[in-house]
């Protein structure tokens, strides 16, 4: 055995000493936290324990440097895999708690308005986060990244350390009013890091993707945020259903409090070990493989290169390149089209027409659409839920189920416009068509259809907009410019504090409306944000297409 071997082995013993002994100590504080809980629930103390130690030995793989992560494909795929699940835990968290809260509330003897202050207090600490982040989070023009990358392992820390709070006060804690206003802080901070950790995730993951999976990425991202609201809409609506007699069993009330979030917690932790052990350190940027900041470096070429004729650019070519300059002249002769179409399919070429004005007007047209789209979006969970309970006679389990197949059908549509060419003219068509449709659903939210419209508008609503969305996040993203007020990290910044905003003033608005007047009035308001999204995306679609 080598001396470097030999040196290896006695670092990984040190660290597999270290680990199990803050394991310990870690199993010593919680049996000891357990012996003064009294009646309390022991499955928050055995949680909390099981939570400690995994986060515990995973924050020392990632900062030891235990699993060593390469600059390769692979690591390019686990920071896009820890984006997309950041995603997924971003909107998981806004609604895990929809259908049990009302119960749980009720249990500790509150009212309704308390359930509704349980959910939007995590949207409030995401605002919160949003408001802070670009402060927060390093800048993105970092060469190495790392101090992103280690935001984004904080962050996580920080999501899973609330969530797991969260469950503890719930199933140990007997005083109403310290129980009321600790849950109230960490679901708080449980938004606050979650929406810090979305960020920081989506700038080391779009670092270091090349700028043909951009859009992809954006798309898939809408995507993933689908599908956390309906991971949290459908895991609420099973512990409801499961939790069998809610009022006779003190127990079964706490843990339908807790079992969600718990679920989430595990999400969580997997995404940190994703992070912790695949994501690497030093990353490379996508764009030197593939053009990720080809705009500014074809800004700099062009004013530093002079422009040549055709016979100049043959006569300084080198001798040995011009057999298979003429070679290839003749081959993209036989073969125009064929040539034309991998061109396309290689280089979407329309966002370097930009300039600083357009690109200006680009940007903030689809913070707009962000804040349009998820109003629109949040109004509908709110309102269609109202509406189902009180004119429809349903139970908040089935207006659960019912949104978890709604959002199910948007994420299917944002992969199934992920699968096709990720050319720009392409996705604007999609975008547009998807905008108009969305839109035209608006009309059937009027209370002279039967009721099973509702829902129809209330699916191509969700989907078409989300599907437009994905689109616009993707065209945004590849007209940022690194270094700039138009940045990816300003753009992605203020999408989600845009996200965040909207979603908290849906709900009150969406439902002050239809108890103040009626329906019919809500869906006008509908109809009008319709328009706004359209005007936004009618003014998107003419500054990214060009000829």
């Known amino acids: 055995m080598s001396a470097q071997d030999r040196c290896d082995l006695h670092d990984d013993l ?36 099981l939570v400690g130690s995994v986060l ?20 390019r795929r686990s920071a896009q895999v820890v984006y997309l699940g950041s995603s997924v835990l971003n909107s998981a968290g806004l609604t895990i708690l929809l259908t049990v809260s009302l119960p749980y509330t009720a249990s500790l003897g509150l009212s309704a308005a308390a359930s509704g202050l349980l959910i939007s207090a995590s949207a409030i600490g995401g605002l ?49 009013w310290i129980t009321w206003t600790c849950l109230l802080i960490f679901r708080a901070l449980s938004g606050f890091f979650g929406a810090l950790t979305n960020l920081a995730a989506s700038l080391v993951a779009l670092h270091m993707s090349p700028e043909s999976e951009v859009m992809n990425l954006q798309t898939a991202s809408q995507a993933c945020r689908n599908l956390g609201l309906c991971i949290g ?60 900041d080809e705009e500014e470096t074809e800004r700099k070429k062009n004013k530093q290169q002079p422009n040549h004729s055709k016979e100049q650019e043959e006569v300084l070519a080198p ?64 309102a269609t839920t109202m509406i189902s309970q009180r004119e429809f006679g349903m139970t908040p389990i089935t207006t659960g189920y019912i949104f978890g197949l709604i959002t199910v059908g948007a994420v299917l549509l944002n992969l199934l416009v992920g699968c096709t060419p990720s050319y720009i003219p392409t996705r604007l068509y999609i975008m547009w068509l998807s905008a108009i449709g969305g839109a035209a659903a608006t009309v059937f939210l009027f209370n002279v259809w039967p009721r099973v ?95």
């Open 128 to 176: 919160t986060g949003q408001s802070l982040a670009y402060w927060i989070i390093p800048d993105e023009a970092d060469t190495s990244c790392e101090r992103v990358r280690r935001s984004t392992a904080v962050t996580l820390f920080g999501q899973a350390a609330a969530h797991t709070a969260y469950v503890f006060v719930v199933l140990t804690m007997n005083d109403l």
């Open 453 to 547: 419209f509702l829902y129809l508008a209330d699916t191509c609503l969700f989907m078409l907009s989300n599907t437009a969305n994905g689109v616009v996040d993707g065209i945004a993203t590849l007209a940022a410019l690194p270094n700039s007020e138009y940045s990816k990290k300003r753009y992605m910044n203020y999408k989600m504090l845009a996200m965040a905003t909207a979603r908290i003033a849906a709900a009150p608005v969406a439902r002050g409306i239809i108890m103040l007047t009626n329906r019919n009035v809500y869906a006008a308001a509908q109809i009008l944000f319709a328009c706004l999204g359209l005007h936004s995306i009618q003014r998107i679609y003419h500054l990214a297409y060009r000829e």
């Open 233 to 292: 809409v459908a895991g609420s609506s099973i512990a409801l259903s499961t939790a069998g007699a809610l009022t006779t069993s003190e127990l079964n009330t706490r843990r339908l409090g807790a079992v969600p979030v718990m679920g989430l917690v595990l999400m969580v932790l997997l995404i940190f070990f994703v992070n912790a052990c695949f994501v690497p350190r030093e990353l490379s940027r996508g764009g030197a493989e593939a053009g990720g």
């Open 56 to 75: 515990a030995l995973t924050w020392l793989i990632d900062v030891s440097g235990a699993a060593h992560a390469c600059c390769c494909a692979g690591g």
């Open 319 to 382: 001798e040995t390149e011009r057999p298979e300059a003429t070679n290839l002249e003749s081959k993209e002769a036989n073969d125009c089209k064929d040539c034309a179409l991998d061109t396309k399919s290689q280089k979407p070429p329309t966002l370097s027409k930009l300039d600083d004005e357009e690109r200006k007007a680009l940007f903030w047209y689809a913070v707009a659409f962000n804040f349009e789209r998820s109003f629109s979006v949040s109004a509908i969970e709110v």
């Open 14 to 49: 040190i660290f597999l000493q270290l680990g199990t002994s803050l394991t310990s100590q870690i199993n010593q504080t919680i049996q000891t936290i357990q012996s003064h809980c009294g009646d309390a629930d022991p499955l928050g103390v055995q949680f909390a324990g």
